[in-house]
């Protein structure tokens, strides 16, 4: 889960495997512009690892986001 401004939060997910994701302490976001973050051409990476591409982002309402928190760990 990502927090934008105004606390809008969004669930990426990636095109195949992101390796070291899942224990990562942060991810860097790779952007083209700086506007707007896009699936067709902005990826997140590990530090220190491979890019991951964006395949979907979804906008979480505030209903499901404490879901998205218990399940994450967060």
């Given at each position: 889960?990502?927090?934008?401004?105004?606390?809008?939060?969004y669930v990426l997910k990636t095109k195949g495997r992101c390796l070291n994701l899942?224990?990562?302490?942060?991810?860097?976001?790779?952007?083209a512009s700086n506007l707007a973050f896009y699936k067709s051409s902005d990826s997140i990476s590990v530090q220190g690892g491979a890019k991951c591409y964006i395949k979907s982002i979804y906008q979480i309402n505030d209903e499901n986001k404490e879901y998205f928190k218990q399940i994450s760990g967060s």
């Amino acid at each position: 889960m990502v927090t934008a401004k105004h606390e809008q939060s969004y669930v990426l997910k990636t095109k195949g495997r992101c390796l070291n994701l899942h224990d990562a302490d942060g991810i860097q976001i790779n952007k083209a512009s700086n506007l707007a973050f896009y699936k067709s051409s902005d990826s997140i990476s590990v530090q220190g690892g491979a890019k991951c591409y964006i395949k979907s982002i979804y906008q979480i309402n505030d209903e499901n986001k404490e879901y998205f928190k218990q399940i994450s760990g967060s």
